[in-house]
């Protein structure tokens, strides 16, 4: 059965983030929310590292169960982290875990026990800032990817294989992304294909779909073409999704459309969803 290889420190996984940092993040992610949608992605994959290095520490330190690579595209396609590890990808999770760029002090609510809310202080840090610049080269962000993936297939023959996670809101700016999707999940080592997922984070009109199985309630083509280039969830992703309130089937895609705060946190939980770690 596909997608159920065990990941240890022998045979980790690896998660691959392209973030879309076009001009048009700038605006407001919608709903009720005045936050810039380049603010909420960046704040929901600095709060994932975080929680992905928690979840693989242990006595010794943080286990390389993880090998992880943020590719910003707007006006340049790279590397997306800062500090120590600017221009690198595909890091270990336990030098992600050493080297955030700065942490931030910041405010937050917290139950005060007796049904009320005080407010307290968090540290938080950062490996990415909020960009918001340039077009929208999704082709060359996809195909950046693919060498990535590619590498990783053929050294980790047996290991579950990579996930692919493309934040966007916007159509691409360098020509039509289905054949380097394609080429993206056409890579495979024993235990299934590349996995690649699409979140579409916009204020643009139409109901919100997460997880859909198929493109009927599509709005536009352009959703429709992002819910065709996304994979199929694997089985234990399904699970964990409808223990998340998603009703799922066999044919749930990795997508979700017009993203509010709540679920790009949600897609990016599901689908960083792993399985059993050794």
């Known amino acids: 059965m596909p997608y159920t290889a065990e990941i240890s420190r022998t045979s980790p996984t690896c998660f691959i983030f392209l973030v879309d940092q076009s001009t048009s993040m700038t605006d407001p992610i919608g709903g009720d929310d005045p936050k810039r949608k380049a603010d909420v992605v960046a704040d929901a994959i600095n709060r994932l590292l975080t929680e992905l290095s928690v979840k693989c520490a242990k006595e010794e330190g943080v286990r390389d169960y993880f ?3 943020v590719i910003g ?5 790279g590397s997306a ?8 990808d595909l890091v270990p999770l336990s030098e992600v875990a050493d080297a955030p760029a700065r942490i931030e002090t910041r405010a937050k609510k917290v139950s005060d026990g007796a049904g009320g809310l005080v407010e307290t202080t968090v540290q938080f840090p ?4 909020p960009v918001a610049q340039g077009g929208t080269p999704m082709n060359r962000a996809l195909k950046y990817a693919e060498t990535l993936v590619a590498g990783w297939t053929e050294r980790y023959p047996g290991s579950f294989p990579p996930i692919v996670l493309n934040l966007t809101d916007g159509e691409s700016t360098d020509g039509d992304p289905a054949a380097s999707a394609a080429a993206i999940t056409a890579h495979a080592t024993a235990d299934g294909s590349v996995l690649l997922f699409n979140l579409h984070v916009s204020a643009a009109g139409g109901a919100p779909s997460a997880f859909p199985d198929s493109d009927a309630d599509l709005p536009d083509d352009y959703a429709r073409a992002l819910f065709a280039m996304s994979s199929p969830l694997p089985t234990h992703m399904r699970s964990y999704a409808a223990s998340q309130g998603q009703r799922v089937s066999e044919n749930t895609r990795g997508f979700v459309y017009n993203a509010d705060v709540t679920s790009v946190v949600q897609f990016l939980d599901i689908g960083t969803r792993a399985t059993e770690l050794r």
Do not use: C, K, N, P
């Open 73 to 77: 595209y707007g006006s340049a396609v």
């Open 81 to 88: 982290f800062q500090g120590e590890l600017t221009g690198r």
């Open 126 to 129: 950062l490996w990415m800032d």
């Open 67 to 69: 090998h992880i690579a």
